[in-house]
């Protein structure tokens, strides 16, 4: 790619508006993604890959959450994206981990001599990828995570591909936002009906020690549960076993 390529004022018109069109394309794909339609992965999935499509001389992209404090690459669009990332969280320094942290967009066209990460930038060269853009995913004034975009040649990104990956990236940090907050709310439902089910587990556990000795429920209770200390195993485990017995039992029971 030359100099004069790299340019935004250089481009022909023809090649502006055929990125233009790239990502009112991207833009219309993240309009249609329903939060909650598809799963978490697949939907930050097809986001990463309207992400590719909008920013031009992108070879792939990779988005990152942040959860408590820690960033990890959920999906990529290529393999080579997870093993550069791989590399920049288990040294600690990259792109993506300095625009997560200041929250400002982070671009570099040769990763080799970039010194503001003097570990990570000749690694990834050696692994042949040489230009990044990394873009923070800001939603409520959160940065919630961050878009790394990577090019195998040197010097791919100029001042206009950042700036078609802002314009990508403000409706990209509500979906993910959105998608991250469905998916917390499908665990915690998921977690309730888990506890819920065990719960009713164990009260049929109760009841059955009950019915077959003779005692009161807290003490039923306090039987299985020493039980479970005694055996080393979970009181819904031992519950379970008690239930899943007494349901052969009947079943097994000559009727009539």
């Not at 942040?66 to 320094?93: K, L, N, S």
Request: glycine residues 8%; charged residues 25%; contains cysteine.
């Amino acid at each position: 790619m030359t100099s004069e390529e790299l340019n935004p004022e250089s481009r022909s018109s023809d090649q502006r508006e055929a990125e233009d069109d790239d990502l009112a394309a991207s833009l219309r794909g993240l309009s249609v993604l329903s939060a909650g339609a598809l799963p978490l992965e697949e939907m930050l999935t097809r986001v990463a890959r309207y992400a590719v499509q909008a920013i031009p001389g992108a070879d792939g992209a990779g988005l990152t959450l942040i959860e408590h404090h820690r960033a990890d690459t959920i999906v990529m669009t290529a393999e080579f994206v997870a093993e550069v990332d791989a590399v920049q969280y288990g040294i600690g320094e990259g792109p993506c981990i300095s625009a997560a942290r200041d929250g400002v967009t982070v671009m570099s066209g040769s990763l080799g001599g970039d010194t503001r990460w003097p570990r990570f930038g000749g690694r990834i060269a050696r692994m042949g990828v040489h230009s990044a853009l990394s873009l923070p995913l800001i939603a409520s004034d959160e940065v919630v995570g961050a878009m790394n975009i990577y090019a195998h040649a040197k010097h791919v990104f100029d001042e206009r591909a950042a700036a078609l990956g802002e314009l990508f990236a403000v409706p990209a940090a509500v979906t993910v936002q959105n998608a991250r907050v469905l998916e917390d709310a499908r665990r915690l439902a998921e977690r309730l009906q888990s506890a819920l089910d065990e719960r009713m587990v164990v009260e049929r556990a109760v009841g059955i020690v009950m019915s077959r000795s003779g005692i009161d429920e807290d003490e039923a209770l306090a039987r299985l549960t020493r039980l479970s200390q005694h055996e080393h195993v979970k009181l819904v485990e031992v519950a379970r076993t008690l239930v899943d017995e007494a349901v052969r039992r009947a079943r097994a029971a000559p009727h009539g």
